[in-house]
């Protein structure tokens, strides 16, 4: 799904109270200054090795395919701020990797990614390395289609990674075509300029050149790939 380009473009907040993002064709950068000083001991808190034994643990649940549910997942969600809670469905992997990478801007973190593969998708927070255990997982239902929550135990309010420089996967040219999509269908008429000024007052997200010239060239192959995630 990602470009595969290496060029990208980003642009420092003169005004940290009113920080941005800006995205290349391949992730997300968070420009507001810099990151939070790195603690000096070279070993993980406590907590981290408890947390690492805590998940070899889960490791065999954590692949096993739950059951087909009664209910369906709800296509009404809030798509600028997606659910995260366990639970949760989605009406497919990428629906969620679309929803994690919304979360990601709206919150301005970064995750990294732990495994993925067709039946799980699990992320841990970058900040792990000063003491973050936030961490999320996901696997496919028996239908093998839908996608729930499995786990999302520790919350991210105080986590020292947020709000720093960095990159964050997930926002891609198809990630943009979700974010654009509604305000083009109530308004065809729409340019790039507005789009982008759109974008950066909703998402704090400033689209570099590349990924928005990458966008454009897809522009109605993304489209419908888009459409399509919506209505499944």
Known sequence: MDAGLDNSESLASPNPSNEHVSVD????????????????????????????????????????????????????????DPPMAVGTMYSDMNAFKLALATHATKYEFQYNIEKSDKSRYRVYCSGKNVGCRWRIHTTLLSDQVIVKITRNPYDHENCQSTRRAGTCVGVTQF????????????????????????????????????????????????????IDLRLR
């Open 175 to 226: 990630w943009v075509c979700e974010q654009v999509l509604d305000w083009l269908k109530e308004d065809e008429t729409l340019g790039a300029k507005e789009l982008r000024r759109r974008l950066k007052e909703s998402h704090k997200v400033e689209v570099g050149n590349v990924l928005w010239i990458n966008f454009m060239v897809l522009g109605p192959a993304v489209l419908t790939t888009c």
């Open 25 to 80: 064709d391949e992730c997300l950068y968070i420009d507001i200054g810099p990151a939070p000083p790195i603690p000096t001991s070279q070993s993980e808190p406590d907590t981290l090795l408890d947390d690492e034994v805590e998940e070899d643990e889960i490791e065999e649940d954590d692949i096993v395919t739950y059951r087909e549910p009664s209910q369906k997942p709800d296509a009404d969600y809030d798509k600028n």
